[in-house]
């Protein structure tokens, strides 16, 4: 099972260092000050997230109903991450727009897998 879900593992622990690491440990470059910077990484981070699961079960999956529940679990992980970052951190804060971000980045994914998976299996054959 490990070896089947291995990206997602790895995507998912990245996630989970980043959503849970204090803020210091990135520090603040003065480079990219880009109002919501944050937001778009949380975006980003989700849809790798979802496509790394679309991509690893992409075989699995025998209908778009089946594709949606899954993707239920990105979803639920992601506003764990928000409770936890209140809960068991000091120097972050979830936030609304953070998981509406999160649930955005899902969302991209599963409609750019479901324009492009019938080009997908085509190229295949």
Do not use: C
């Not at 803020?23 to 997230?49: A, E, Q, R, V």
């Not at 409770?83 to 980045?105: C, Y």
């Not at 897998?113 to 085509?122: D, G, Q, T």
Request: net charge positive; proline share 2%; charged share 15%.
């Amino acid at each position: 099972m490990i070896k089947k879900n291995i990206f997602t593992i790895i995507t998912t622990l990245v996630i989970i260092y980043l959503s849970l690491a204090g803020s210091l440990t990135f520090g603040n470059s003065g480079l990219l000050n880009i109002p919501y910077i944050d937001k778009i990484g949380h975006f980003g981070l989700y849809f790798i997230l979802m496509a790394v699961i679309i991509l690893e079960h992409r075989n699995s999956f025998r209908n778009t109903r089946q594709l949606l529940l899954i993707a239920l679990i990105p979803i639920l992980f992601g506003t764990l991450m928000e409770i936890l970052q209140i809960t068991l951190t000091s120097d972050r804060k979830g936030e609304i727009l953070d998981a509406t971000a999160n649930f955005l980045g899902i969302i991209a994914a599963l409609f750019l897998w479901l324009v492009f998976r019938p080009y997908y299996k085509e190229i295949i054959r």
